[in-house]
């Protein structure tokens, strides 16, 4: 079946810093995958998403590109800020699905101090 | 920008007690969605549900579980029977149709804890 696994948290960074959340999958098919982000007190949001192999989706300055020969998709940002304090979730989409539904990974929480 | 609502935030029950969670959709998505999160564990999807029924179900969503939209505008999640281990955040979410429909938009869940 399909599974996310993603890096363990929490991660704590300093503001301006780099982050890494690894973030690999398992499925059949040719999945779409995607980043969620939960900041505190709110909903999971979409923060990106990638759709075929290669393929980088990027928003806010965050950055991840599908690669389908380690069946990764990490999400990076050169320099973070406190405002990107939030629960970040990987996951992936089937590809043979007909009804939509996603397959996450645990979220990996991060703080990022001043 | 329009948002899923969810209510109660927060859940306190007796197991074997039934409860109802809450959900405004946006409202022109037609794509309906529970998944649930205990504690450490990952995010799981519950069921999905388009024109009035239900298009996938998780092994998770047994007989003790049940949803239903019961006019324009809710969408709900009954657990007849709760027990100890449906204790977890439980996120409503829906989507556009079409193309549009890789989007989820969540709501900020509901706490459900069964003593």
């Known amino acids: 079946g399909n599974s996310v696994t993603q890096m363990e948290g929490p991660v704590t960074l300093s503001e301006e810093a780099f982050l890494t959340i690894n973030c690999t999958y398992t499925a059949t098919g040719y999945p779409s995958l995607f980043w969620y982000v939960q900041y505190p007190g709110e909903g999971l949001q979409l923060l990106l998403k990638a759709t075929k192999a290669d393929d980088k989706g990027s928003n806010k300055g965050f950055e991840a590109t599908y690669r389908k020969e380690t069946t990764s998709f990490h999400l990076e940002k050169g320099s973070v800020q406190v405002s990107d304090s939030a629960v970040y979730f990987c996951?992936?989409?089937?590809?043979?699905?007909?009804?939509?539904?996603?397959?996450f990974g645990k979220g990996t929480l991060l703080t990022v101090n001043p | 920008e329009p948002e899923v609502t969810q209510t109660p935030s927060h859940q306190v029950t007796q197991m074997g007690q039934e409860v109802i969670l809450r959900c405004v959709p946006i409202s022109n998505h037609l794509y309906f969605y529970w998944y649930r999160q205990i504690l450490g564990q990952k995010v799981e999807f519950l069921v999905s549900?388009?024109?009035?029924?239900?298009?996938?179900k998780s092994e998770i969503f047994d007989d003790q579980f049940s949803v239903e939209r019961p006019d324009g505008s809710n969408f709900t999640l009954k657990i007849r029977s709760t027990k100890l281990e449906d204790s977890a955040m439980y996120f409503c979410?829906?989507?556009?149709?079409?193309?549009?429909?890789?989007?989820?938009?969540f709501g900020s869940g509901t706490q459900l804890s069964v003593l």
């Open positions: 996951a992936l989409r089937d590809s043979g699905g007909s009804n939509y539904k996603l397959t």
């Open positions: 549900f388009y024109n009035n029924e239900i298009s996938e």
């Open positions: 979410a829906s989507s556009e149709a079409g193309l549009d429909n890789e989007k989820l938009f």
